[in-house]
């Protein structure tokens, strides 16, 4: 039985404590009245696998909310990034009640986000990639209208402090993210390009691989098979992202791919 299928059907053994299990809770419908919070994290299987796609569906989706409230208002576009998120993940309606539910206990005044992160780290402890697919999601929503305003940006370095990545390393993240979604509209079939439009498409191939244009051959394929392997989606799963965040992590790795043949093509072209 998956995850989702042990928490509807009261698995508690199975359910998180803390911030986390109880908006999870609410948000499935079940009253978490059974002292959960006070066992010791032995006794509730930290780092257990459906222990941590649980924390890590709800505060994706609760932190999704509170960043879409960072610059003071929701936006359309906000909404329409966090359901774009849900129909990647394939959610039934239930799953898509329980995660709009999350989305709108995030936007809450009253918010505990950084008890939410906290918890969220120890779940996931010696878990680096997956944090980095989680933080990714959330700078997703926050560029869903185009822009990363101080205020979201602020508040994304915020989080990632608490996850242990320092400001750079977020910013970097951006720049990716970014990247990334230039490959999943106009970036694809690159090769084809010309032009100012091909000299955008390999300049964010580089971006979205982290590396300059001066790079080596040898440094291109380092980076290329280091993003491929972070966002390799059997291994994520294995680490604790959901299952059906598995399109998700797909779209990622065949972004990665093509911002990579770009490059391989330019150079190739060129006589590299």
Same mark, same amino acid.
């Given at each position: 039985?998956?995850?989702?299928?042990?928490?509807?059907?009261?698995?508690?053994?199975?359910?998180?404590?803390?911030?986390?299990?109880?908006?999870?809770?609410?948000?499935?419908?079940?009253?978490?009245?059974?002292?959960?919070?006070?066992?010791?994290?032995?006794?509730?299987?930290?780092?257990?696998?459906?222990?941590?796609?649980?924390?890590?569906?709800?505060?994706?989706?609760?932190?999704?909310?509170?960043?879409?409230?960072?610059?003071?208002?929701?936006?359309?576009?906000?909404?329409?990034?966090?359901?774009?998120?849900?129909?990647?993940?394939?959610?039934?309606? +239930?799953? =898509?009640? &329980?995660?709009? *539910? $999350?989305? #709108?206990?995030?936007?809450? /005044?009253?918010?505990?986000?950084?008890?939410?992160?906290?918890?969220?780290?120890?779940?996931?402890?010696?878990?680096?990639?997956?944090?980095?697919?989680?933080?990714?999601?959330?700078?997703?929503?926050?560029?869903?209208?185009?822009?990363?305003?101080?205020?979201?940006?602020?508040?994304?370095?915020?989080?990632?402090?608490?996850?242990?990545?320092?400001?750079?390393?977020?910013?970097?993240?951006?720049?990716?993210?970014?990247?990334?979604?230039?490959?999943?509209?106009?970036?694809?079939?690159?090769?084809?390009?010309?032009?100012?439009?091909?000299?955008?498409?390999?300049?964010?191939?580089?971006?979205?691989?982290?590396?300059?244009?001066?790079?080596?051959?040898? +440094?291109? =394929?380092? &980076?290329?098979? *280091? $993003?491929? #392997?972070?966002?390799?989606? /059997?291994?994520?799963?294995?680490?604790?992202?959901?299952?059906?965040?598995?399109?998700?992590?797909?779209?990622?790795?065949?972004?990665?791919?093509?911002?990579?043949?770009?490059?391989?093509?330019?150079?190739?072209?060129?006589?590299?």
């Amino acid at each position: 039985m998956s995850w989702w299928g042990k928490l509807v059907g009261g698995a508690f053994g199975f359910m998180l404590g803390g911030p986390l299990g109880a908006m999870l809770g609410a948000a499935i419908g079940h009253k978490l009245d059974l002292g959960l919070g006070a066992l010791d994290q032995a006794q509730l299987g930290l780092g257990d696998t459906e222990r941590v796609q649980q924390a890590f569906f709800a505060a994706t989706f609760s932190m999704m909310g509170h960043l879409a409230k960072a610059d003071g208002r929701v936006s359309d576009a906000e909404i329409a990034a966090a359901r774009h998120v849900m129909r990647h993940m394939q959610l039934n309606e +239930e799953q =898509k009640l &329980a995660a709009m *539910r $999350l989305f #709108n206990e995030g936007k809450r /005044d009253a918010f505990p986000a950084d008890e939410v992160l906290q918890q969220l780290h120890r779940e996931c402890v010696h878990r680096r990639n997956l944090i980095q697919m989680f933080l990714e999601i959330q700078i997703a929503t926050v560029l869903a209208d185009q822009h990363v305003h101080p205020q979201e940006r602020s508040k994304l370095h915020y989080i990632g402090n608490f996850l242990g990545f320092a400001p750079t390393d977020i910013d970097h993240l951006i720049e990716m993210v970014q990247a990334q979604e230039y490959y999943a509209g106009a970036g694809q079939g690159s090769h084809r390009a010309s032009g100012a439009q091909a000299r955008d498409q390999l300049a964010q191939a580089y971006t979205l691989l982290g590396i300059e244009a001066q790079a080596t051959d040898k +440094e291109v =394929k380092t &980076a290329y098979r *280091r $993003l491929m #392997n972070q966002h390799h989606p /059997d291994k994520l799963v294995s680490k604790g992202l959901p299952e059906e965040m598995m399109k998700l992590a797909t779209e990622k790795t065949q972004e990665i791919k093509a911002a990579y043949e770009t490059i391989v093509a330019a150079r190739s072209s060129a006589g590299h």
